[in-house]
């Protein structure tokens, strides 16, 4: 077990928040899982936003970030990341998924003079070090917790981060819905269904209004693109975002988003080491120059049977010698590796319900029963009998 104790004080004029964390992990193999914060809230956030001039920057701000993470876990900092703290503007933002164990979300943010730089990182992106080994960037936070991939980002990108945020995933359908939805282009027919994370997607193509879970689906949905698919997807919504708080009828809506604001924050989905007095400077930056969305250049490549997106500037792989990391830990889940891959299911072989229906026609149909020849019926031949009565042999 280990834990780390975070708190941050904000003062406005006479209010105070107040943010306690105990952050405890338990150890699931070779894999650490955080757990949720415990959070103690002392402020009306409500007063806060509407006694700031710059309150629809502010409400606007924590919504582009929040679609820019989509979905997430816990605030995990440490005590001693709060003194690297420089400028309010660059910012990492981390998106864990639903299980709290992989990071599937990597944004890191730049708020300058002018623009304000969204780069996103595939989490497939090759990262390695002598002591963890070879990992995607998004599975360093179960290994090593956010400030490891923190420091990634860092390196990556080639500037420092102080900053941290991490939120959970239904914040956005939340804040979408107040928002009375987001217009977007459904390029194709989207169908997929996933019970073991509750995650059912059905979207018919053409432009159209989205609601809250709608644009979740809309951004979870992985299609033959992979992950720079989500990637454009997220650049999309981010866009219709903002047009939809250029529009003066969202202001209506300024009461409904508050309330929704406010109980996120309670509940600990929204947490972050930003002091919510520097949020001002933070949103001026933001809203007064266009935002420019990219991802970290870089190739999709194999290394070692898996596939990684090799940043253009990131660390090369090293050779391969001996078993991965991975491969490590699967060795250690099962006694012997199959020799060769198992031949994917036929169709029918499974139940419906535990194959995507996108996926139905694609199974090989399952082979014609063997065909079993009638039997032949010879005919048989009379017997005859023996009528002679001498006694004869």
Not at 13 to 30: A, F, M, N, P, Y
Not at 274 to 283: C, F, N, S
């Amino acid at each position: 077990m280990r834990g780390a104790d975070l708190s941050g004080k904000l003062r406005s004029g006479k209010q105070t928040l107040v943010l306690e964390s105990r952050i405890s992990d338990s150890r699931c193999g070779k894999l650490w899982f955080p757990a949720p914060p415990q959070l103690k809230l002392k402020v009306d956030l409500k007063r806060v936003l509407l006694r700031s001039p710059w309150r629809w920057a502010l409400l606007s701000l924590p919504l582009l970030l929040l679609v820019a993470v989509f979905w997430g876990g816990q605030q995990v900092l440490s005590p001693e990341a709060r003194h690297r703290f420089r400028r309010p503007g660059d910012v990492v933002l981390l998106g864990i998924d639903p299980i709290g164990a992989n990071a599937d979300v990597v944004v890191a943010i730049r708020l300058q003079r002018g623009q304000t730089r969204i780069t996103q990182i595939p989490r497939d992106t090759f990262t390695h070090s002598e002591a963890l080994g070879s990992w995607k960037i998004g599975e360093l936070y179960s290994l090593a917790g956010a400030e490891a991939v923190q420091e990634e980002v860092a390196h990556l990108v080639g500037a420092d981060f102080p900053h941290l945020v991490v939120v959970h995933e239904g914040v956005v359908a939340a804040l979408v819905d107040a928002l009375g939805g987001l217009t977007v282009t459904v390029p194709t027919r989207m169908v997929y269904r996933d019970r073991s994370q509750g995650l059912f997607i059905d979207l018919e193509p053409g432009r159209q209004k989205l609601n809250g879970q709608q644009v979740e689906q809309f951004i979870r949905w992985r299609g033959r693109d992979g992950d720079i698919g989500r990637l454009e997807r997220r650049q999309e919504v981010i866009g219709a975002l903002k047009d939809v708080f250029q529009n003066p009828a969202t202001w209506a809506r300024l009461p409904m988003l508050i309330q929704v604001l406010e109980e996120e924050v309670k509940a600990g989905q929204f947490v972050t080491n930003l002091d919510l007095q520097d949020l001002p400077t933070i949103a001026k930056l933001f809203t007064s120059g266009g935002a420019v969305v990219d991802t970290l250049p870089g190739r999709e490549d194999y290394y070692r049977g898996l596939s990684y997106w090799f940043a253009e500037e990131g660390d090369a792989p090293p050779e391969p010698v001996g078993l991965s990391p991975r491969q490590d830990f699967l060795l250690q889940q099962q006694d012997t590796l199959p020799s060769e891959p198992a031949p994917p299911p036929e169709r029918g072989a499974l139940p419906p319900e535990f194959v995507p229906p996108a996926l139905q026609d694609r199974l090989p149909l399952p082979a014609p029963p063997p065909v079993v020849p009638p039997p032949i019926k010879l005919p048989v031949e009379p017997v005859e009998q023996n009528n002679d009565q001498t006694g004869e042999p």
